[in-house]
């Protein structure tokens, strides 16, 4: 049983382009939450997505960040034109659906996605 | 709003000594309370969690955790430190009661354990 796949685990990106950062969930699971985590810092909290739901954005930043999660395929966090600020590990966790309490609250990460902006 | 404060950077304890790294919460509901390891270059692995029932909880490789309501804590603990519990431990905290199923996460406590 597979756990959480992201890729690329090294993404290095210059000025201006682009980068996605994929995300499969562990199988059974269709929450998928996306966390940004900063040198010597903790988990910022970026995005909480269903499939084809965006159920909680209030961690992106308003311009250059977009998130999705198809019915098919792996979630896929987008940012446009990046800057050096947004150098940092990226890391999706995923969890079961259903009712909340109990074991549906655990949190399954993925190793995360270096972004390198030169 | 949800926030979990982890007041030591790094916390030191030698081989065989207990170890306690300290978590407080502010929900404004009853909190849902979570710790999580890393290690270099991995994500975050769940240790434990608290829901509900006793406030002691036991988690993987001998961690456990008190949830203390009064104090607003739920510190980390273990009886002896092994050297391969160095690693960035992290607390985590959701209120039961919002909508909002994201996690909170504190700023991360280092562990270094010396032999």
């Known amino acids: 049983n597979a756990g959480v796949m992201q890729n690329p685990r090294h993404l290095v990106r210059r000025r201006g382009q682009e980068a996605r950062l994929r995300c499969s969930p562990m199988k059974g699971h269709s929450h998928v939450y996306w966390y940004r985590q900063l040198p010597e810092e903790g988990l910022k909290f970026m995005v909480y997505?269903?499939?084809?739901?965006?159920?909680?954005e209030s961690g992106m930043p308003k311009e250059r960040f977009s998130a999705e999660f198809p019915k098919e395929g792996p979630s896929i966090l987008r940012i446009q034109q990046v800057v050096r600020g947004d150098s940092a590990a990226y890391f999706c966790?995923?969890?079961?659906?259903?009712?909340?309490?109990?074991?549906?609250?655990?949190?399954?990460f993925g190793s995360g996605t270096q972004l390198s902006v030169l | 709003a949800q926030s979990v404060a982890q007041p030591e950077d790094q916390v030191n304890v030698a081989e065989g000594n207990p170890l306690t790294v300290k978590c407080t919460y502010s929900v404004s509901g009853n909190p849902y309370l979570f710790w999580y390891v890393q290690y270099p270059n991995r994500g975050l692995q769940f240790l434990l969690k608290y829901i509900t029932g006793d406030n002691l909880v036991k988690g993987s490789y001998g961690f456990e955790a008190e949830f203390n309501k009064s104090q607003t804590s739920f510190h980390l603990k273990k009886p002896s430190a092994l050297v391969s519990d160095s690693a960035l431990y992290f607390c985590a905290v959701r209120d039961k009661h919002t909508g909002r199923r994201a996690l909170t996460f504190g700023s991360g406590t280092r562990l270094q354990v010396q032999p």
């Open positions: 997505l269903q499939k084809e739901n965006i159920i909680d």
């Open positions: 966790a995923s969890s079961r659906s259903s009712t909340t309490g109990g074991t549906n609250e655990k949190l399954f």
